[in-house]
């Protein structure tokens, strides 16, 4: 996987594009929040993230989809519990992935940060592959933007904690930790 500084997009993985994004205020990519995902809630491997963040979501397919069909989301990545990372937005633009959000005092995080959903829930433990993929996708943006150091990798649950929990108790920061130091 390398990451081409030039389009934001990296090569190696592959890629969804999402209408869901625009441009980049002149701000420096230096923040990295962590999400998790799964359509419907707890289901793993459905394609139904893919769709949402496409804006393509079958409503009839499940009672909670016409809850969220409205809305219009997307991260700039998505590691499935396989392993395998999809790229839905340039790491150039602004996915909408944080929402209403404030990191050491500076809000709306989406301006700064690069968003990257994991398949599960908060609850449920992530995949071995997982955190390999992450850790390997970690790597290649922080080359790309060196200021992505693993002090300002955080959750969700830390830049809007009033109204989100992702990616969880179930996640493991100290072992994403200790091996990005490792790396």
């Known amino acids: 996987m390398q990451l081409d500084s030039a389009s934001g997009w990296c090569h190696g993985i592959r890629h969804c594009p999402s209408p869901n994004f625009n441009t980049r205020p002149q701000a420096e990519v230096s923040l990295l929040v962590l999400h998790n995902i799964s359509l419907p809630p707890g289901q793993f491997g459905t394609g139904m993230v893919q769709a949402f ?3 393509r979501l079958p409503v009839a397919e499940h009672p909670y989809f016409a809850t969220i069909a409205a ?3 997307s991260a700039h990545f998505f590691i499935e519990r396989d392993g395998a990372i999809t790229q839905f937005v340039s790491c150039n633009d602004r996915a909408w992935h944080a929402g209403q959000s404030c ?10 940060s690069l968003g990257i959903e994991l398949e599960g829930t908060d609850e449920l433990p992530y995949a071995e592959a997982q955190y390999a993929a992450l850790v390997e996708l970690i790597g290649v943006l922080q080359q790309g933007y060196p200021r992505l150091s693993v002090e300002r990798i955080c ?4 830049i809007a904690p009033a109204r989100k929990t992702d990616p969880g108790p179930a996640f493991d920061w100290p072992r994403l930790r200790a091996a990005l130091l490792t790396k």
């Open 71 to 73: 809305l219009q989301v």
């Open 155 to 158: 959750g969700h649950s830390d």
């Open 103 to 112: 990191y050491a005092g500076r809000e709306n995080c989406n301006d700064f």
């Open 53 to 55: 963040f496409q804006n």
